[in-house]
């Protein structure tokens, strides 16, 4: 460890969210690099400004929103100057100077001023009782006022002063608000919610002045009430400024460092000088200031990369999301919804239900969403806004949000305000939304990550996380959910799946290490979920040059069975088409009866189950299966899995087409091939479809005239219905379009993302396009899967059981006898 | 006092794999880490049981191939956020050959 006299000196002013989280994430990656001060003007650790509102609502005390105490400074070795504000900035000798005068030298300065909240220059404006509304110190004075004061006015419709005004009626108070136009909230709504939001509030007892502009605030000793432009005036023993926050940015220009609205930083969170950083609300970046959090937490991430020397990270802006913090009240806001010329809005408005939804369009993407009444699907709609989804393949259900299009949450629930504690929100786990919500608010938890790392609750199957995000919304009153815009492929990087897959094919990277070396891996083996997708990746895109790496495979690929939750394995023959025999019926039975197997059980996907193999015995097992001609079924590969298919014109007086032949074929063709996920495949003889070809990645429905193509459905977290791809006209075009599909898929899928997962996030139309239009792609896709087949059609089950592949895997290392 | 016993070559277990060892008190998961390091644990996983000789190895750690529980080799700890112990027992690599102590287990719980 670097001692207090050779570390560098990092000095952070303002001890506020944006500050302690870049050194938070700061400490996260480079814990001995800085000996570290912070300055903070309050009197207490780094408390949760957003949670203001519910203290002042007597929802939360001071100590619940408190993210670092005094403690926590001095754990880390972190001095903390509370109470302290800093004067000057000295560029010139690079020390800062405290309000006493006292000089602290600094070798990297963070600026994380905040904001203060605007004061209009009224008369009257300094008189006792007149304040504003953006710290502890604000609250305290409030919640006095409230006990000696009746009537209060609140300057300002926006989110801030509809949470103070919520917070001092709740304290008793007779609340007027005042507001200069005729929508609240007009920077997140638009003018019908805006409506449905004053009417709801009405009906709790606030008052409204709008559109008013208040002229000036009455009072001698203290203020008694405001005077407004028509001349008219409102008896008042509080009023709360509530117009808007300015970045707090004084002391940046008093250094002579560039400011406009901000100070101006660039992707790398540096100011024009080098040594000085910025975040949070201070800054101003591409033009934007930012008045929310998650921006904050992503600008913090990308300060503390650069500051522990990391160098790659850059902050591309954010979108923002808003929630307001009034309890009963359902509304969320995301992005720009201001109408355009090459807009497009869906509207969804149901007055008695008091449910209002806009979602705006442009090029077939969201760009912003407003949701009054019923907000579950908020969270949803933000991350196809910004993810950019294509989203013209689901646009006439849009509007009924992520449950209509099979998307949805627990047994349909999906209201969490209205869910008790004991709701089960994580069916995988087990969790419910109390242990959520007890989790968050103790153990101070602000993401997905964070939830699923303590809790467990989304981190299975996933088919939750639209809860556990609002869990979490509700929990924390705020926009802290907000994932990453590009998710890095795990927390051992911060680069993208697609990154990756880019890097791989243009620096030419043949081994995991040479990825990791060159994308400079944060941890030095990668971890469990990392080193399978490098993996897939490199066999993926080098096939017959990469050399496969075993212990990068999940276990299941590893040993070519799946294990189960004793520790013993299952063994699925290969059923081509899921036809089978007599004699391979004999040899299965006489394999079950032999390694006495406990449980035979047929599989969805038409094939038999041996469960409950020992490790040890799978190789004789396998032998004994290949020698009556069964290779192995794939079962646990993220690559092909079955063909299910129906009899078809061999026998059914319905089918149209041999669906069982054709089957077969795909089989035989594509047996053997690694995908990013499992891949199964439906072959239904006629449009009953008895394959149930239509919830498969791919199916084929076959109709008198040729064969329907389709592809992209589920069967299994989500119930999705197949996407229609193309009709053809022969067997031998089936096989084309379909292996050729597989291949896109295999060449841009992330690793673990089903095919309708991919479909929906490249749209199906850029897949049409070169799969079905662009004859020639189509038919080199074709050729680079054939080719990588050469290498891939090998059964698994027989290097093991006659060739001795692995050997060392299926025995022990030593039997000892122990005394 | 430590008795150590030779359980095989460090050649037999794989890079960044395991090996188990059967003794009458259940198995041992023998673990090699990329440099050769070689650490031993019931090769049982405190959440559910699940055999983590089966797991992947990374750094010095080896994640539960059952749900996905992440175990420290040296000391058999999970990593925070979740919480439970494996028992480890002392193993050295001299010329390559490992060696392994095991550690009655029944002391201990």
């Known amino acids: ?819 | 006092m430590t008795s150590w016993i030779e359980i095989g070559a460090l050649d037999d277990i794989p890079r960044l794999g395991s090996r188990v060892v059967r003794t009458p008190g259940g198995n041992i998961a023998v673990f090699r880490t990329e440099s050769d390091e070689v650490f031993a644990l019931d090769d049982r996983c405190p959440h559910k049981g699940g055999p983590l000789s089966q797991g992947i190895v990374h750094n010095k750690r080896v994640t539960c191939p059952l749900h996905n529980f992440v175990i420290e080799l040296a000391s058999g700890q999970a990593v925070a956020p979740d919480e439970g112990c494996t028992h480890t027992h002392p193993a050295k690599v001299e010329n390559g050959v490992v060696w392994l102590s095991v550690r009655q287990a029944a002391a201990v719980s």
Not at chain 1, 156 to 165: D, F, M, N, T, V
Not at chain 1, 304 to 320: E, I, P, Q, R
Not at chain 1, 590 to 595: L, Q, R, S, T
Request: hydrophobic fraction near 40%; proline fraction near 3%; include cysteine.
């Open chain 1, 1 to 819: 460890m670097l001692d207090k006299v050779t570390k560098q000196k990092l000095v952070v002013i303002g001890n506020g969210m944006a500050g302690i989280r870049t050194v938070e994430a700061l400490l996260e990656r480079a814990p001995d690099l800085y000996d570290i001060t912070v300055f903070g003007s309050e009197p207490y650790g780094n408390y949760n400004r957003i949670l203001l509102s519910p203290v002042l609502a007597g929802e939360k005390t001071v100590d619940d929103i408190m993210l670092n105490t005094v403690d926590w400074y001095e754990d880390n070795n972190i001095t903390l100057r509370k109470g302290e504000t800093i004067s000057m900035i000295d560029r010139r000798t690079c020390e800062v100077v405290t309000e006493a005068g006292e000089r602290v030298p600094y070798d990297r300065l963070l600026i994380a001023t905040g904001s203060n909240p605007i004061m209009l220059p009224l008369p009257g404006k300094d008189l006792p009782g007149v304040i504003g509304f953006r710290d502890i110190y604000d609250v305290d004075r409030m919640i006095k006022a409230s006990t000696d004061y009746r009537n209060a006015v609140v300057i300002g419709g926006g989110l801030l002063g509809l949470e103070a005004a919520n917070g001092l009626m709740k304290r008793g108070m007779n609340v007027t608000v005042v507001h200069l136009l005729d929508t609240l909230m007009e920077r997140q709504l638009d003018p019908v919610a805006g409506g449905l939001l004053r009417k709801s509030l009405e009906e709790r007892g606030m008052v409204f002045k709008m559109p008013a502009q208040t002229q000036a605030i009455l009072g001698e000793d203290r203020v008694t009430g405001v005077r407004f432009g028509d001349g008219t005036e409102l008896a008042a023993d509080l009023v709360v400024m509530a117009v808007g926050i300015r970045p707090n940015f004084e002391l940046a220009k008093k250094a002579g460092l560039y400011c406009e609205r901000g100070i101006v930083v660039s992707d790398t969170m540096q100011t024009y000088d080098g040594r000085i950083y910025a975040v949070g609300e201070c800054v101003q970046h591409r033009r934007q200031t930012y008045g929310l959090v998650a921006p904050l937490f992503d600008q913090a991430k990308v300060c503390a990369n650069h500051l522990a020397m990391k160098g790659f990270a850059t902050y591309d802006g954010s979108v923002t999301s808003t929630k307001l913090k009034v309890t009963g009240i359902d509304l969320f806001s995301a992005g720009d919804f201001a109408p355009g010329p090459d807009k497009e809005e869906i509207v969804l408005q149901d007055a008695n239900r008091g449910v209002y939804k806009r979602i705006i369009l442009k090029d077939k993407k969201i760009v912003g969403a407003v949701l009054y009444g019923d907000t579950i699907d908020g969270p949803w709609y933000f991350q196809h806004l910004r993810d950019g989804t294509d989203v013209s393949h689901m646009r006439e259900r849009l509007v009924f949000g992520a449950a209509n299009l099979g998307d949805g949450g627990v047994n349909g629930q999906n209201s969490v305000a209205a869910m008790s504690d004991e709701t089960e929100i994580c069916g995988c786990n087990g969790v419910c939304k109390g242990a959520i919500v007890k989790a968050i608010s103790e153990k101070k938890l602000f993401t997905l990550d964070d939830v699923r790392a303590h809790t467990k609750a989304s981190s299975s199957c996933g088919s939750c996380t639209g809860l556990v995000e609002q869990v979490l919304a509700f929990t924390l009153g705020g926009d802290y959910s907000a994932a990453p815009k590009v998710k890095p492929l795990c927390k051992c990087t911060d680069h993208s799946h697609d990154d990756v897959r880019r890097v791989i094919v243009e620096q030419q990277l043949k081994t995991i290490p040479a990825v990791m070396r060159f994308m400079e891996w944060k941890t030095l083996n990668g971890c469990h979920s990392c080193r399978p997708a490098l993996n897939y990746y490199l066999l993926a895109t080098w096939p017959g040059e990469y050399r496969d790496d075993q212990q990068s495979r999940f276990i299941n690929e590893r040993v070519h069975a799946n294990i189960q939750k004793d520790g013993t394995y299952s063994v699925v023959p290969r059923m081509w088409g899921g036809v089978t025999t007599p004699s391979e019926l004999r040899a299965i039975a006489d394999v079950a009866e032999k390694f006495n197997i406990p449980t035979v059980k047929v599989t969805g996907g038409q094939r038999i189950d041996l469960l409950g193999v020992k490790k040890e015995d799978l190789p004789a097992v396998w032998a004994d299966l290949n020698d009556a001609g069964m290779v192995s079924g794939h079962a646990y590969a993220k690559g092909l899995r079955t063909v299910k298919t129906c009899v078809g014109s061999e026998w059914c007086r319905f089918g149209t087409q041999d669906s069982t032949g054709l089957g077969v074929k795909l089989e035989k063709f594509m047996w053997g091939s690694w995908t990013p996920a499992k891949v199964k495949l439906g072959v239904s003889g006629c449009p009953r479809n008895c394959a149930e070809a239509t919830c498969k990645d791919v199916g084929v429905v076959c109709v008198d005239s040729g064969y329907e193509i389709h592809f992209a459905g589920a069967a299994g977290l989500h119930i999705k219905g197949t996407e229609f791809l193309t009709k053809v006209e022969t067997e031998d075009e089936t096989l084309e379009v379909i292996v050729a599909l597989t291949q896109l898929y295999r060449e841009e899928g992330w690793y673990l993302e089903r095919m309708y997962k991919w479909c929906d996030r490249v749209g199906l139309e850029q897949i049409r396009k070169r799969v079905v239009d662009d004859i020639a792609n189509r038919k080199a896709l074709f050729a680079r899967f054939a080719h990588s087949q050469q290498f891939a059609q090998t059964d698994p089950w027989a290097e093991r059981a006659s060739r001795g592949v692995d050997r060392n895997e299926f025995a022990p290392l030593a039997e000892l006898e122990l005394a």
